[in-house]
Structures are given as structure tokens and as C-alpha cells.
T-cell receptor, first 118, second 113 residues
Framework: DAMVIQNPRYQVTQFGKPVTLSCSQTLNHNVMYWYQQKSSQAPKLLFHYYDKDFNNEADTPDNFQSRRPNTSFCFLDIRSPGLGDAAMYLC????FGTGLAATNEKLFFGSGTQLSVL | EDKVVQSPLSLVVHEGDTVTLNCSYEVTNFRSLLWYKQEKKAPTFLFMLTSSGIEKKSGRLSSILDKKELFSILNITATQTGDSAVYLCAGPDRGSTLGRLYFGRGTQLTVWP
């Protein structure tokens, strides 16, 4: 019955070795988000897709890329992970985005992928 | 600068105690404020508040919003060990086309038996 599914739950990569995190949803929501959450910090929005339209946050490093091949799937690619990229990565969806009617501002989160960089 | 500020950052209580968690916010064109509970995984939705002074309740949890003072509280009565979690407050910013959700750092609540 999982609605937003993230794989893997834990990911270990080496410094500089590209890594891809995946997210899928069964809700048929238009918007998918990627958040980065470091220990004891607030989740920070990296980017989001409204359908196929990609919206990058101004302060998201170029090292982070995303792909959304279809409505259900979204990927986060980290091209050259550094030690500072170790964090929990949360995928979330919403029906129409957080800028429209209040009823659509609720986000549904996946369980997250905890990334470690060695 | 922080747009959503939560306090306290950490709270330790015993089962049966009542706790109040605070959230102050400053977002462009306020629309709503949301509370989430995060255990060792994804945040789960608790409340969405859009109107000032109207309390929302779900079992032992309740929340209220003060739009004038840009403030919200989350109350948990008769706490249980299962309430131990990080409680996140978030506000959407409608300054952009789609908006974005600003999260506070959260309050880490620990309930001891």
C-alpha cells in the first residue's frame, strides 16, 4: 500500500563515485520533490518537477541532477558525491504543488534514502 | 535566514506529561501551515492550518494558528513513548509560481516511560 517508494533505504557510496537514488509513486500526482535533510537540520528543497517541468532551487549545487522519465518515477543523480552530501534524501509528491489551493499543499513523503559517503 | 523557527529544539518528558511545541514563521503571502511527525523515516502529515483561532484535533494531538502573530502551537496531552519523534513545522511560500515548502529544524521530543 506504499504510495511513495524510495529505493534503496540505505546507500553507501565512495567519494566522487556517481550515485542515483530512485523514487516512485502510485498516487498519480503531478508534482514530485527532492529534499535533502542533514542531521538535526530542516529538510531543504533541492528541486521539483511539475509534470515534466523542472524547477531547480537557486542554491542547489550543480552536482545534483534529476530526471523524471514519466509520472511515476523520479531520480536524483549525484554526479560526484562529497562528504558533505551525506544526508537523508526525501522524495515527496503533491497533487498540484504548494502554490495553488491549500488542499493541495499537503506533501506525501517516501521513507527516505540515507546516503553515506566514504 | 530561517523562515520557519521551531522551539524548543529538544524536549524530554515522562509518559503522561503534556507538551507544547512552538512554531513561528515568516513566509511570503501566507497560505497555510503544516505539522508533520518524523520518526526514523519519512515525515507523516499531522495537521494543516489555514484559519486563525480554529483548533484542529486528532486524538491527543491538537494544533492552533495565530495568523496575526505568525505563530502556531502543537499540543500533545498524556504523552506516550510512541510520541517520541521529531515534529516538523512547514509553511508554503507562494512567492514563486509553484511555491515551495519551508521546514523548520524540528523539535526532537523524547518521551520516557
Amino acid at each position: 500500500d506504499a504510495m511513495v517508494i524510495q529505493n534503496p533505504r540505505y546507500q553507501v557510496t565512495q567519494f566522487g563515485k556517481p550515485v542515483t537514488l530512485s523514487c516512485s509513486q502510485t498516487l498519480n500526482h503531478n508534482v514530485m520533490y527532492w529534499y535533502q535533510q542533514k542531521s538535526s537540520q530542516a529538510p531543504k528543497l533541492l528541486f521539483h518537477y511539475y509534470d515534466k517541468d523542472f524547477n531547480n532551487e537557486a542554491d542547489t549545487p550543480d552536482n545534483f541532477q534529476s530526471r523524471r522519465p514519466n509520472t511515476s518515477f523520479c531520480f536524483l543523480d549525484i554526479r560526484s558525491p562529497g562528504l558533505g552530501d551525506a544526508a537523508m534524501y526525501l522524495c515527496a509528491t503533491s497533487r498540484f504543488g504548494t502554490g495553488l489551493a491549500a488542499t493541495n499543499e499537503k506533501l506525501f513523503f517516501g521513507s527516505g534514502t540515507q546516503l553515506s559517503v566514504l | 535566514e530561517d523562515k520557519v523557527v521551531q522551539s524548543p529544539l529538544s524536549l524530554v518528558v515522562h509518559e503522561g506529561d503534556t507538551v507544547t511545541l512552538n512554531c513561528s514563521y515568516e513566509v511570503t503571502n501566507f497560505r497555510s501551515l503544516l505539522w508533520y511527525k518524523q520518526e526514523k523515516k519519512a515525515p507523516t502529515f499531522l495537521f494543516m492550518l489555514t484559519s486563525s483561532g480554529i483548533e484542529k484535533k486528532s486524538g491527543r494531538l491538537s494544533s492552533i494558528l495565530d495568523k496575526k502573530e505568525l505563530f502556531s502551537i502543537l499540543n500533545i496531552t498524556a504523552t506516550q513513548t510512541g510520541d517520541s519523534a521529531v515534529y516538523l513545522c512547514a509553511g508554503p511560500d507562494r512567492g514563486s509560481t509553484l511555491g515551495r515548502l519551508y521546514f523548520g529544524r524540528g523539535t526532537q521530543l523524547t518521551v520516557w516511560p
